[in-house]
């Protein structure tokens, strides 16, 4: 029995050696052949991250992996003798984290399983940044564009064209982007 505080990992298509080593390495291991559907589990159990221990792993077994990523984002490591380098190439488009050789003592299983946890994060953490700024970025054109029409049709300067649409948005309560829009859609239904 698996003490409850003990990180949990799915290890798909894993051998005794590796189970052990994660063990020893302080995880909690559920254990699942390559072939079957995982996704129930992962739902179920939550792991901290997926471990896979294949020869080498079908494509389905990538394919998979690729689903879960967008499905169930969360760490993933695949150890392998390191001899394909194609495999590597689809199992990091696949969304692995790490790809390691087998065998190795749990010290060094543990500080990998961190590293893709880490490396992980990080990567969410960028991702989620990516996207704030993208949609800053959006918003910014929404408001430069009604500020042009603004300055256009009204004949104000940047900075009263800027205002305009800040008072507009104050008070009709709603963000500048939103102001920005109906000042664009206002304009366009008075054109034609």
């Given at each position: ?60 077994t990538?394919?998979?992996?690729a ?61 989620k ?27 104000l ?7 305009r649409?800040?008072e ?8 500048l ?16």
């Amino acid at each position: 029995m698996s003490n409850p505080l003990q990180p949990c990992v799915l290890l798909v298509g894993g051998g005794e050696t590796l189970c052990a080593a994660l063990d020893a390495a302080g995880y909690a291991v559920v254990s699942v052949a390559e072939d079957e559907d995982f996704y129930a589990l992962i739902e179920q159990r939550r792991p901290a991250a997926v471990v896979i221990s294949a020869a080498s792993p079908s494509r389905d077994t990538l394919e998979h992996l690729a689903l879960l990523n967008r499905r169930h984002p969360q760490p993933i490591v695949l150890f392998h003798d390191g001899q394909n380098h194609e495999l590597a190439v689809q199992a990091m488009r696949a969304g692995i984290s790490a790809y390691a050789a087998r065998d190795l003592p749990p010290e060094a299983v543990r500080s990998l399983i961190e590293v893709a946890l880490l490396h992980f994060e990080q990567t969410r953490a960028l991702r989620k940044e990516l996207t704030r700024a993208q949609q800053t970025l959006a918003e910014r054109r929404w408001v430069d564009r009604a500020k042009c029409r603004l300055m256009e049709t009204e004949s104000l300067s940047e900075t009263a064209a800027y205002e305009r649409l800040r008072e507009t948005a104050m008070r009709e309560r709603v963000s500048l982007e939103q102001a920005a829009r109906t000042v664009l859609q206002a304009g366009a239904s008075d054109e034609t």
